[in-house]
């Protein structure tokens, strides 16, 4: 882990302090960004958390969950090297939907705001991969509201059958007496 080449750019070595407060070989480079570790099962980004960074797997893995800790905790998934997360933080500077616990020894890349430009320029295989998931899940979120609306009118048809059942039952009732 001496070396990272980044678009022909070497990232000098050096020492950082892990979040857990080890010293750890890494590496930074300040005009790139930087370099972070996480140990094995520690948050890097805890769901309804603020944050206005991105980062990139460069080495590990991570999983995702939504509700981590919780009865409702459900495993969305396993990243790996290159992927991305925490974009909607830098994006759109809201609170994370989801928790990002290090699955195994983890070294990231931190893309700030002030670094987005550069990021975008050299890790393009990155932004068309986001985009592709964000365009399936545009596609996705648009079947769940078609079908939703379908069993919403579904729902309306039987009530307003009830209603008018109800309102018929009534004026016999009342036409009885």
């Known amino acids: 882990m001496d070396n990272i080449s980044k678009s022909s750019n070497i990232v000098k070595s050096s020492n950082i302090t892990t979040s857990s407060g ?3 070989k890494s590496n930074s480079n300040s005009s790139k960004g930087s370099i972070l570790a996480f140990p094995s099962e520690e948050v890097v980004l805890r769901e309804g958390e603020e944050s206005n960074v991105m980062y990139k797997i460069l080495s590990g893995n991570a999983e995702v969950y939504l509700g981590y800790g919780t009865e409702n905790e459900s495993l ?3 990243l790996g ?6 974009e909607f933080g ?10 990002v616990i290090a699955y195994s020894d983890l070294v990231l890349y931190k893309v700030t705001e002030d670094k987005v430009d550069e990021f975008i320029r050299e890790n393009h295989v990155n932004i068309l991969n986001m985009m592709r998931s964000m365009a399936k899940t545009m596609l996705l979120m648009q079947s769940h509201i078609t079908q939703l609306t379908q069993e ?8 307003d ?12 009732y009342i036409y009885s007496r």
């Open 22 to 24: 080890n010293i750890a």
């Open 76 to 78: 969305l998934g396993l």
């Open 81 to 86: 090297k290159g992927s991305c997360f925490g």
């Open 90 to 99: 830098l994006l759109l500077h809201e609170k994370s939907p989801y928790t």
């Open 152 to 159: 919403l009118d579904q729902r309306n048809k039987v009530n």
């Open 161 to 172: 059958r009830i209603i008018n059942r109800n309102k018929d039952m009534l004026k016999r």
